[in-house]
């Protein structure tokens, strides 16, 4: 059964540092890999989607990077800001599709 | 506007009494599946419908049954809530499966089993 875990749970940073998130995975035999937002309350939004095949994927102030060898995904926000304040999921899978917990972020104006 | 709808969005029910909860989706995807979010144990796939009449189970499916007789529609009935069954649930649906395109969430249904 696939495993994934997102370190830290949760952390602050001030407004304008960038924030590294981590998603580890127990089967590298993956699919695909996907990050979401949730703000409290409310539902997911895909944020970013990286093909088996792929490495990286960039929109905006977002990149992820997936390393399959290692079951690794990490996602970098660069120069962060208040607005930026969610938990960030992570999401591995075929048809069946496991999640970590969650990044929750607090950016701190 | 491309969504996807689940209704109710609040609920209160006794225990033993069957309930549905719908989730419909306008953007003609083949993949729609179901989630429920608890506090640390996270987001966790109940069932998954890969197209119409083809449904499988996620990790945790006792307890629910589910239904694909349209492409659009993917209720989620609990035949027989229990207070085990409160949780945040979540229906998604994507073009087709395996992670290969964005998934799009509802706006989740919480549900209280007293």
Redesign the interface.
């Known amino acids: 059964?696939q495993e994934v875990t997102q370190i830290p749970a949760a952390l602050s940073v001030p407004e304008g540092e960038n924030l590294v998130l981590n998603c580890s995975f127990t089967d590298s035999a993956i699919?695909?890999?996907?990050w979401?937002r949730q703000d409290p309350?409310?539902?997911?939004?895909?944020l970013l989607?990286i093909?088996s095949s792929q490495r990286e994927q960039t929109s905006g102030r977002l990149n992820a990077s997936l390393d399959k060898s290692s079951g690794r995904s990490t996602l970098y926000i660069a120069a962060s800001q208040p607005g930026d304040s969610a938990t960030y999921?992570c999401?591995?899978?075929?048809?069946?599709?496991?999640?970590?917990?969650?990044n929750q972020v607090v950016v701190i104006p | 506007e491309a969504q996807?709808t689940q209704n109710p969005r609040y609920l209160i029910t006794v225990t033993g009494k069957k309930l549905t909860v719908t989730c419909s989706q306008n953007m003609n995807h083949e993949?729609m599946?179901w989630?429920r979010q608890d506090p640390?144990?996270?987001?966790?796939?109940i069932y998954?419908s890969?197209n119409v009449e083809v449904t499988?189970k996620?990790?945790v499916p006792e307890g629910y049954k589910v239904s694909r007789k349209e492409k659009r529609n993917f209720p989620l009935i609990l035949e027989s809530p229990s207070p085990n069954q409160t949780s945040l649930y979540?229906c998604?649906s994507s073009l087709n499966?395996?992670?290969?395109?964005?998934?799009?969430?509802?706006?989740?249904t919480r549900l209280t089993v007293t």
């Not at chain 1, 999401?91 to 969650?102: I, Q, S």
């Not at chain 2, 499966?97 to 989740?108: A, C, R, S």
């Open positions: 059964k699919y695909n890999l996907q979401f309350g409310k539902g997911l939004t895909s989607l093909q999921l999401a591995v899978g075929n048809d069946r599709l496991a999640f970590g917990k969650g | 996807v993949y599946s989630y640390g144990l996270g987001l966790r796939q998954y890969m499988d996620g990790d979540f998604a499966g395996g992670l290969t395109y964005e998934q799009y969430f509802g706006p989740g």
